[in-house]
């Protein structure tokens, strides 16, 4: 948060030297705070409308429903609004801006592989996520990530319309420095981003499998997902984070930013620690 924080401040500032108006940095920390509380209080909303989700009872679907509720009660946590993705590609997440406001979610297509011990543990998975705030992690993160990225993105505008001194016009300085800010700030954001990310689901992963003292259910999961593994039909790159597994079309380039380790080292690390669960 610091860093962000940093990130922000560093923008808005070197925006404001160069076009001489201060006030362009008071700007920037408002929108900030705009920004952040409406992302704070409507986070769950916009992931479940991103995702095309869709909320069930448990006459809907009792054998998800149960897993949920069942887990709920193991982890004493609040029980989550429970929502249903209709895709075929096997996924899910939760999201929200603590337990009591968190929302769970599936894809079709996980529900018709996973049997019930794997369901149990992708679930566990997921609630996992909301009992480490894992679900304020991303949302924090994301918001700030796409905030560093407008910032830039104004300061790169700016830059062709004002200068630091009228007399300096011809002087490239002021514009290599917004141009560099530009181009490294959202890149060093992403970056943090997704350190955070690829941690938070390793710890998801172990946290589920003491959770259901069954690793097996998890690495088998786990494994299932990556054979059957495919891009979602609604795919948003904001959403990314929030996934099990990332639901986005897979490239080399997209593989060195996805917000996921790979599946085999998620695998790797938990056969390593199975004697420890």
């Not at 830039?152 to 505008?157: N, P, Q, T, V």
């Not at 917004?178 to 941690?199: D, G, K, N, Y």
């Not at 998890?218 to 984070?241: C, F």
């Amino acid at each position: 948060m610091g860093f962000f924080v940093l990130i922000v401040g560093a923008i808005g500032w070197i925006i404001a030297y160069f076009t001489e108006d201060w006030a362009v940095l008071i700007w920037v920390f408002v929108i900030a705070l705009v920004y952040a509380i409406i992302q704070y209080f409507a986070s769950a909303s916009l992931a479940v409308a991103m995702t095309g989700a869709k909320q069930i009872q448990k006459k809907d679907n009792p054998r998800f429903y149960n897993t949920v509720e069942n887990l709920s009660i193991a982890t004493g946590l609040p029980m989550p609004k429970v929502y249903i993705i209709d895709d075929p590609a096997p996924n899910a997440f939760a999201s929200g801006r603590d337990p009591k406001h968190a929302v769970v979610a599936a894809t079709t297509g996980l529900l018709d592989i996973m049997d019930n011990k794997e369901l149990n543990a992708v679930m566990a998975h997921e609630m996992s996520h909301v009992k480490n705030y894992d679900i304020r992690v991303s949302m924090i993160t994301f918001g700030l990530v796409c905030l560093v990225g407008y910032i830039a993105d104004l300061g790169f505008r700016m830059m062709f319309y004002t200068s630091r001194h009228d007399d300096d016009d011809n002087s490239p300085i002021g514009l290599i420095v917004m141009l560099l800010v530009s181009i490294i700030a959202p890149i060093a954001a992403s970056l943090a981003q997704l350190a955070v990310s690829r941690e938070r689901e390793y710890l998801a992963d172990a946290s589920a499998a003491q959770i259901t003292r069954y690793p097996e259910g998890m690495i088998s999961a786990l494994k299932k997902l990556e054979i059957h593994g495919r891009p979602m039909h609604r795919q948003n790159p904001a959403t990314e984070a929030m996934f099990i597994n990332s639901p986005l079309k897979k490239g080399a380039i997209k593989n060195l930013f996805s917000t996921h380790p790979s599946i085999e080292k998620r695998i790797e690390r938990l056969e390593h620690g199975k004697t420890k669960f």
